[in-house]
């Protein structure tokens, strides 16, 4: 099982910032992908950012120039940090591991954080 506990969300005011991170623990031999997604009130899940092994990144177009993933893989940490925040931001954020468990192929995984609200308010 690998376990993922999010942390970070919260009240902030449009223009402001805020910063997310989501640690894994628990059987993991390898982490490829690692990365933020979000749900809004009546829309479906959407990306918002991911960083692969090696440091490449994708962004949703509505978060570029504002939003920023990073990860720490001595910490099996992701991180991300969002400023110049709007309205529409305001969702709640999950984060998503995925990799493997052993070095067999067949213990490949995706887990997902229980979530964590941004509110995007005046």
């Known amino acids: 099982q690998v376990q993922l506990v999010e942390s970070g969300g919260g009240l902030v005011q449009p223009g402001g910032s805020l910063s997310l991170s989501c640690a894994a623990s628990?059987?993991?031999?390898?982490?490829?992908?690692m990365g933020w997604y979000r749900q809004a009130p009546g829309k479906e899940r959407e990306l918002v950012a991911v960083?692969?092994?090696?440091?490449?990144?994708n962004y949703a177009d509505s978060v570029k120039g504002r939003f920023a993933v990073n990860r720490d893989d001595a910490k099996l940490t992701v991180y991300l940090q969002m400023n110049s925040l709007k309205p529409e931001d305001t969702a709640l954020y999950y984060c998503?591991?995925?990799?493997?468990?052993?070095?067999?192929?067949?213990?490949?995984?995706?887990?997902w954080g229980q979530g964590t609200q941004v509110t995007v308010s005046s």
């Open positions: 998503n591991v995925e990799g493997y468990r052993t070095w067999q192929s067949s213990s490949r995984f995706s887990s």
């Open positions: 628990g059987s993991i031999f390898s982490i490829d992908a």
């Open positions: 960083i692969i092994s090696g440091g490449s990144t």
